[in-house]
């Protein structure tokens, strides 16, 4: 079965999504919104997909690749350009909502967004590799980390290479992607917390996604910068940069540094810049794979 | 800024930015202006753009200031991006907020 995925969906109701992105690749529990229905559109049978994004197509193909991981063949058409004759018979789909979810519009809402996420979060959370359920309706990623004393409270969804720091609590219906480092104290409910973002210690963030030193309030679609990087920011990489000969040293010597610090360094040390995504490996669990922190 | 008395209460309004750049004037002028007569402040950040960690901390030092009188300090129809802050920072529970 062939699909036409046209991707040039409606964004007006959640505009701040498709700032930085299109918004078919803004970040979506691990992965973006199209790798997951890429993953949809597979289960149900599919073996030929074309997309049709509206703009920006060079940013599609570093999350898709050729579709090997999903058994999928994807071709790429021109922004705004006809498809393929081959796919002149092919079914065509709006990614307005996903496969997997039916009934769940995407993009009419910032809160319809965020609740696809949740609704899909089980399904999603099953199937990745290395992910953890360490209670009932509670997922922790690969490499992770979260401090004896922090709570972590159902439905949650932690990322891999993630660090939750004392005291932190989690939830419910808060999701932390990939990367991204909660400091002691803080307080994630009922939010998002994008790829590589840092939260401070002892900050509250309910009903919002927080994405790099941006914050967006998704009941009244307000965003806010936040300019004091020990409150809200990007986690940065090790300084001079993070290889694994850089760990391989650090391991090697008497840590004079904090714990914490440690741990930063081993969230970031080996991932080049955050945001950088490897070409051609999608449908992984790779850090390196992260959509660019900010909203 | 425009400060107004209103009976015992310090009025600071058209306030546009509250940040590292004016926050030390402000509590300076604020404090000023407040006086022997005010026990209370309302501050109108409905025209406020931009706050920072500086501004927090003005409207905490003036807090301290009036609460050490007797008085209270209430926040007026805060923008959405001054309520996103407060409530990141946990301080929508310090202050009274009116008009969110």
Redesign the interface.
Known sequence: MDVLLNCAVNTAAVPVLDRRRPAVLAPFLGESVLVHALAGLAAAGTRRVCLLPADRAEEFRPFVGRGNPWGLEIQLAPAGGPPPPEFATARAVLLDRLPQLPDQPLWESYPGWFAAQQALLPTVARQRVGMREVSPGVFVGLRSQVAADAQLLAPCWIGANVFVGPSAIIGPAAIVEDGSYVDAGAEISGSLLGPGTYAGS?????G?FAAGSE?L?LA?G?V?E???R???GTVQPPAGGGGGWRRLFQLGRPSRARPVAADRTALTGGWGTTGERLEGNPGGSEPGRMPPAGL | MKIQQQANTLVLSDITEL?AANSSAFRDQARTALGEQCANVDIDLSQTR?V??SGLGALISLQKTVCARGGSIRILRPT??V???L????LHRVFEIVGN
Do not use: H
């Open positions: 002892f900050t509250e963030i309910r919002s914050l309030n009244s307000s806010t936040v300019t004091d020990f409150l809200l | 940040n931009r920072d960690s959405p991006i309520s996103q802050i409530e990141l920072t946990r």
